[in-house]
């Protein structure tokens, strides 16, 4: 737990921090909320898919989940126009996601158990 907030604080320090002189302060949040989504989505639907066998072995669920998190984060950047800044923002903001951690495990055994 103490290992996601540190992460997410260092995380969210290196957005600000790569983005700050190009990018709003506004619009840098905003990528970081997107990016804990997009995480937390991707959780589930990888978890999902590989409980329904649609995904086998673990490097094809590490790969399903890296493509798919990739893909709603470049969706998202190609859909407001600053697709470029995507190359420069993704290891910050992949690093900020620690909260979404945080956030999954108490959802997922609060959904299992029912």
């Given amino acids: 737990m103490c290992s996601a907030v540190v992460t997410s604080i260092v995380g969210i320090a290196l957005t600000f921090w790569f983005g700050h002189g190009y990018l ?3 619009f840098l949040a905003l990528c970081i909320g997107v990016s804990n989504l997009a ?5 589930f639907v990888t ?5 329904k066998r649609w995904i086998k072995g673990t ?4 790969g399903f989940f890296v493509v798919w998190y990739l ?6 950047f190609a859909s407001i126009g600053v697709l470029p800044w995507f190359g420069y923002l993704i290891v910050p903001l992949s ?3 620690g909260f979404a ?3 999954f495990g ?3 055994d609060w959904s299992v158990k029912k």
């Fill in 95 to 97: 690093l900020s996601t």
């Fill in 39 to 43: 995480f937390f989505s991707t959780l």
């Fill in 71 to 76: 893909g709603l984060m470049a969706v998202f």
């Fill in 106 to 108: 108490p959802l997922r």
């Fill in 24 to 26: 709003s302060d506004g």
């Fill in 59 to 62: 490097l094809s669920v590490w």
């Fill in 101 to 103: 951690i945080l956030a």
């Fill in 47 to 51: 978890l999902h898919c590989e409980a």
